[in-house]
């Protein structure tokens, strides 16, 4: 929806708006601010409280209604989106996702098939409201020509609409195979990327860990990965990283994900690999609908069981304790995830019921940043994901007033505006990919 004729221009005072302080910059500060925004030119003129000046211009009454920041993305995997009507998981599980995708890409991954599934992914993303997004590329060679050469592509095609970053993600072999590693590691730092991989229990784990942070210092690149997606108590990976980081004294910024095992391992253990993360700088992002989706399922023999332990990791352990934490999409209707949408609002929502970052309940709102601006600001992306004057006006509209409002509806009536103009948040169709799926 495109909103009222004063939301067209670029130039409108938002009046009586609700803004949490933790979207204006206000760290671990649960208020909520009544506000008036004047936007000019496309970006934040002045932030009053509602009501305390005068408003020459157009306006746009917000009722109360939420104004968050446009979200931020910061971990996906945009090369697999979509491809779940041509290849599902056979049984629901990692391993089962895991062969899926390699099976389908060494198939189907030509340059216009992820063109085409990339390009529906982002249109998606931006009619939600997100203004950035990094993703992993599978980059196993020779994955690795036609994934970068693309992004590189994307990146430019896309810019000022949402800035894009990209991460390589490769499997553990690679990382301890050093050509194969090197291979990598030089495309991504000639696309100017992150060097990543997914390492979860595998016996050379520290090995992989340290080769893959001394080749990330030696190119003078950042590091991405996925460690310990699994629910085997004997992975270590998060812990290896940390130590690696810490052993060779890397200064480049380092983010991990999914870190699942942690929910089933011992309060000792738990707590060493938190305070190594911290000590280290590493930057934790969640995954909460992919982990709940994949982990501790196990359909063997045609049999159907609840899962118990649901693999998403204690982040709200990892924030108390210091680190930059952030939630994320993940996968996007693929092996790995059989749904999802790239939609900032529902990673929020959901984030929060499987998370319990709602209580309490008046801090609940500084978890606003777990989706703007802790990870912009960790990833150091142009766009700050923060609401605050000459910033910007990249802004989502709702008519929900409050914390409960937002999160018990998908808020499909949101106004997204993007330089101050309401955008067309009219979401691309899938019959345009049926070609694709066949």
């Known amino acids: 929806m495109f909103g009222t004729p004063s939301l067209s221009t670029g130039a409108v005072t938002l009046r009586n708006a609700r803004v949490p302080a933790a979207a204006m910059g206000s760290i671990g500060n649960g208020s909520v601010a009544s506000v008036d925004i004047e936007i000019a030119d496309g970006r ?25 920041p446009a979200f931020v993305d910061i971990h996906t995997h945009l090369d697999k989106g979509q491809i779940w009507p041509r290849k599902e998981n056979p049984d629901g599980t990692w391993m089962g996702a895991l062969l899926a995708v390699a099976n389908d890409r060494e198939r189907m991954w030509a340059a216009e098939d992820v063109e085409r599934r990339f390009d529906f992914a982002l249109r998606c993303a931006y009619a ?36 894009l ?27 100017g990327g992150l060097m990543g991989g997914s390492v979860a229990t595998f016996d050379r784990s520290k090995e992989a860990m340290l080769r893959v942070v001394e080749k990330a210092g030696e190119l003078g690149i950042d590091l991405d990965l996925h460690t310990d997606e699994t629910g085997n108590p004997d992975a ?29 391992q011992d309060e000792r253990t738990v707590r060493t690999t938190i305070d190594k993360a911290v000590e280290a700088g590493i930057a934790i992002v969640s995954l909460p609908m992919c982990n709940i989706y994949l982990q501790d399922r196990d359909n063997a023999n045609g049999r159907v069981r609840t899962p118990i332990r649901r693999g998403a990791t204690l982040l709200n352990e990892f924030k108390t304790a210091g680190a930059v934490v952030a939630i994320a ?33 008046d801090m ?31 802004l989502v509209l709702f008519r929900a007033r409050t914390w409960t409002e937002l999160n018990s509806r998908p808020q499909a009536d949101r106004i997204v505006l993007r330089q101050g103009k309401a955008i067309d948040t009219t979401l691309p169709d899938y019959r345009e990919l049926d070609d694709l799926m066949e």
């Open 364 to 394: 609940a709102w500084d978890w606003v940043r777990a989706v703007g601006s802790a990870p912009a600001a960790h990833a150091g992306f142009a766009y700050k994901a923060v609401i605050e004057p000459s910033a910007p006006a990249d």
């Open 165 to 191: 970053q990209a991460a390589a993600i490769v499997g553990p072999d690679t990382l301890v195979t050093p050509h194969e590693l090197d291979t990598v590691a030089r495309q991504v730092k000639a696309s």
């Open 236 to 264: 270590h990976a998060l812990l290896h990283l940390a130590e690696a980081v810490l052993e060779t004294g890397y200064t480049g910024k380092v983010m991990a994900g999914h870190c699942c095992v942690l929910t089933v």
């Open 44 to 68: 934040i003129a002045a932030i009053r409280p509602a009501g305390s000046a005068p408003i020459s211009g157009p306006s746009h009454e917000m009722d109360q209604g939420l104004v968050l």
């Open 329 to 361: 999409s993940d996968n996007t209707r693929d092996p790995f995830y059989a749904y999802g949408d790239l939609d900032g609002v529902e990673v929020l929502r959901e984030g929060a019921r499987i998370l319990q970052f709602d209580h309490p309940q």
């Open 128 to 163: 939600h409201g997100t203004a950035a997004i990094r993703t992993h590329l599978d980059s196993a060679p020779p994955q690795h020509e036609i994934s970068w050469a693309l992004f590189e592509k994307m990146r430019d095609k896309w810019a000022g609409r949402i800035e």
